[in-house]
């Protein structure tokens, strides 16, 4: 059964900790990315990852941290740096890397983080 | 500044219309575009891309580009009540050394029957 798989679906921490969401795919995609949806507003980037090994700074970094070891696998922490971390996080992946002009992206069914 | 602008609605239809949703995008050079759809607390869904000027229907979806005026829209033909959801516009656009999906903030659609 290829998919994006995300876990835990809800997470509930509370402030000062650090929080690891994981995101897995079987599709074989390239890349692989992280973004944060606040209520009634669109997606925001934090990292993303075109190959293993290597990934970038999205718009809003600050108080997150990836890794990219293997090609499935694109785990996201959040630190207690993050001030207001409380969203919607969605795990996306594209079948090509972003040095192409086509670029879908497929999404996990997306982790809430509650900050208590 | 690479934008992409949505009305975000809600936008009110009658079971059975033509819903029409918009989009705007700043970067002249964009080469593909995209329709999501957003169930309340799911994640989003692709129903639509498109890369040539003009139209390209699937189903009840019509997306229409027009490159020129640096506009997007998609039509919902025979809305139905299964068609509420909040639609997000997603346009790839070139960065430095790389291409990146750039989010409209969605339009939110509701469907009466």
């Known amino acids: 059964d290829g998919g994006i798989t995300q876990s835990p679906k809800y997470l509930f921490r509370k402030e000062g900790q650090n929080v690891t969401l994981s995101c897995e795919q079987n599709?074989?995609?390239?890349?692989m990315y992280w973004y944060r949806q606040d209520p009634g507003q669109g997606l925001r980037l934090i990292y993303y990852?075109?190959?293993?090994?290597?990934?970038q700074k999205g718009d809003i970094a600050e108080g997150y941290s990836v890794s990219r070891e293997k090609k499935e696998s694109f785990p996201l922490t959040v630190t207690s740096a993050q001030k207001n971390p409380t969203a919607f996080y969605l795990c996306?992946?594209?079948?090509?890397?972003?040095?192409?002009?086509?670029?879908?992206?497929?999404f996990g069914p997306g982790t809430r983080l509650t900050v208590l | 500044q690479k934008e992409v602008e949505q009305n975000s609605g809600p936008l009110s239809v009658p079971e059975g219309a033509i819903a029409s949703l918009n989009c705007t995008y700043s970067?002249?050079?964009?080469?593909?575009f995209f329709w999501y759809r957003q169930y309340s607390g799911k994640s989003p869904e692709l129903i639509m891309f498109?890369?040539s000027n003009g139209d390209k229907e699937d189903g009840r979806f019509t997306a229409q580009l027009n490159k020129a005026s640096q506009y997007v829209s998609l039509l919902i033909r025979d809305s139905q009540p299964s068609d509420s959801a909040t639609y997000l516009c997603?346009?790839?656009?070139?960065?430095?050394?790389?291409?990146?999906?750039?989010w409209g903030a969605g339009t939110k659609l509701i469907i009466k029957p």
């Open positions: 997603a346009v790839n656009m070139r960065t430095d050394s790389n291409y990146q999906l750039i």
């Open positions: 498109i890369y």
């Open positions: 996306a992946t594209s079948g090509t890397s972003g040095s192409f002009s086509y670029n879908e992206q497929f």
């Open positions: 599709l074989n995609h390239d890349a």
């Open positions: 970067d002249r050079g964009s080469q593909s």
């Open positions: 990852s075109q190959i293993v090994n290597d990934f």
